[in-house]
T-cell receptor, first 113, second 111 residues
Framework: DARVTQTPRDKVTEMGQEVTMRCQPI?????VFWYRQTMMQGLELLAY????????DSGMPKDRFSAEMPDATLATLKIQPSEPRDSAVYFC???????????FGEGSWLTVV | RKEVEQDPGPFNVPEGATVAFNCTYS??????FFWYRQDCRKEPKLLMS???SGNEDGRFTAQLNRASQYISLLIRDSKLSDSATYLC????????????FGAGTRLFVKA
């Protein structure tokens, strides 16, 4: 089964450290999303790309977060410096714009202490 | 106001009950609608798409009401295994393929 792959699965880090999360979308999918999920806010869209170009990152705190797609098989989400309020599950998802259905990775569980 | 809103629940129902969830969306130009299921500490997975005429998949029925801007999910004869969080998702069609999720509704089915 084709699936979205995310690393790391779990990350505990100290406040102020840089965190980089990586995602390999399903081969052939041209749209990649980054979501953040917390109990309080639910599933929030941080950024998304189509054909590697960023289309919308309005949901992302610009001062510390950055998202890129260096190539079609890799998307990254970076937090620098990290803060305790960044503790959440970060999901990457991919899809085909024509099909609309999106498929999620297993998530990166981030704890900032 | 959030773009997609759901009653967070939780809904506690006995096995065999029928339960319904609603989800409202704010953008009247929205084109695509979905229900996802999320189990504890897992990723969301597509349960079903929602079509304009309504659609059914076994015990699950999804409906769309464009006039009132809501979608619904009906689960009949609920099973213990239906216990999960149900997330509605909407493509608001703001010129791109962008999927916005509701916060989810927790369902507990008890024996």
């Amino acid at each position: 089964d084709a699936r979205v792959t995310q690393t790391p699965r779990d990350k505990v880090t100290e406040m102020g450290q840089e965190v980089t999360m990586r995602c390999q979308p399903i081969l052939g999918h041209n749209t990649v999303f980054w979501y953040r999920q917390t109990m309080m806010q639910g599933l929030e869209l941080l950024a998304y790309f189509r054909n590697r170009a960023p289309l919308d990152d309005s949901g992302m705190p610009k001062d510390r977060f950055s998202a890129e797609m260096p190539d079609a098989t890799l998307a990254t989400l970076k937090i620098q410096p990290s803060e305790p309020r960044d503790s959440a599950v970060y999901f990457c998802a991919s899809g085909l714009s024509a099909g609309n259905t999106i498929y999620f990775g297993e998530g990166s569980w981030l704890t900032v202490v | 106001r959030k773009e997609v809103e759901q009653d967070p629940g939780p809904f506690n129902v006995p096995e065999g009950a029928t339960v319904a969830f609603n989800c409202t969306y704010s953008n009247s130009a929205s084109q695509s609608f979905f229900w996802y299921r999320q189990d504890c500490r897992k990723e969301p997975k597509l349960l079903m798409s929602v079509y304009s005429s309504g659609n059914e998949d076994g015990r699950f029925t999804a409906q769309l009401n464009r006039a009132s801007q809501y979608i619904s999910l009906l689960i009949r004869d609920s099973k213990l295994s239906d216990s999960a969080t149900y997330l509605c998702a909407v493509n608001p069609w703001t010129g791109g393929f962008k999927t916005i999720f509701g916060a989810g509704t927790r369902l507990f089915v008890k024996a």
